[in-house]
């Protein structure tokens, strides 16, 4: 699947809802690609006493559905004001996260704008055990 269609299913899934206590939810989607070849949707969560990231959430629909390991993640973001999309590079917590689903998703391919994709080893400095001093 190439990197544009990957957004643009990103781009369908945000929604922006604010909640009675004024939080935004929505207003970042995730979508994963399975190694399997089945697309995985998320949005961001935020509230009082806790949050969830647009990643982190397709991932657990990937999990829900019995799969761990992927091919490829894009996370979306609009800017209201100019109307513009924009490609949101994971944040710690999320690429933290996708190691430990699985090792395997370290070759996974983590997409950073329409013609640039990084994988996620490359995204996560001194991912490798640590070797035992002597």
Not at 85 to 106: D, K, Y
């Amino acid at each position: 699947m190439e990197n544009i269609e990957l957004i643009q299913l990103a781009e369908k899934a945000l929604k922006r809802h604010v909640d009675r206590s004024g939080r935004l939810h929505g207003d970042v989607a995730a979508a994963v690609l399975s190694r399997n070849g089945k697309v995985y949707l998320g949005v961001c969560v935020d509230t009082p006493g806790w949050g969830l990231c647009a990643e982190r959430s397709a991932i657990a629909a990937m999990i829900t559905d019995g799969e761990y390991e992927f091919e490829k993640v894009v996370a979306v973001w609009r800017d209201n004001k100019s109307n513009k999309l924009v490609v949101l590079p994971p944040c710690g917590h999320c690429r933290q996260f996708m190691q430990n689903v699985s090792e395997g998703n370290l070759e996974a391919e983590v997409i950073l704008s329409k013609n640039k994709n990084l994988l996620l080893r490359d995204l996560i400095p001194f991912h490798e055990w640590p070797e035992y001093l002597d």
